[in-house]
């Protein structure tokens, strides 16, 4: 399973970043997970999963240049969780 990840990232992102560009997606990524933070104690819903869901891609990604995998399959599943969210709010509206 995770040889099939690891292949839909090599044809979907590039393998390689320069340090430059990963260390702004981790803080486009902190900033991100501070903003959830606050639209969690604030019950701003669904805001929570809308800033969450790019947190996770980011995280994703950086953890698959990294060949980090339990931090990968982590994110994986939350982002999956949050689609389904996401999903279910559009469908209700």
Same mark, same amino acid.
């Given at each position: ?5 690891? @292949?839909?990232? $090599?044809?979907?992102?590039? @393998?390689?970043? @320069? !340090? ?14 501070? /903003? ?8 701003? +819903?669904?805001?929570?999963?809308? /800033? ?12 698959? !240049? $990294? ?8 994110? /994986? ?6 689609? +389904?969210?996401?999903? $279910? ?5």
């Amino acid at each position: 399973m995770d040889g099939l990840v690891n @292949s839909i990232f $090599r044809f979907l992102l590039p @393998s390689e970043i @320069s !340090l430059k560009t990963e260390k702004l997606l981790k803080n486009i990524a902190l900033l991100l997970g501070i /903003l959830s933070a606050v639209a969690i104690i604030f019950d701003w +819903y669904p805001l929570t999963m809308f /800033l969450s869901f790019p947190f996770c891609l980011i995280w994703i990604y950086c953890a698959w !240049l $990294r060949t980090e995998p339990q931090l990968k399959w982590v994110n /994986l599943i939350f982002l999956f969780i949050y689609s +389904y969210g996401i999903g $279910r709010y559009f469908l209700a509206l």
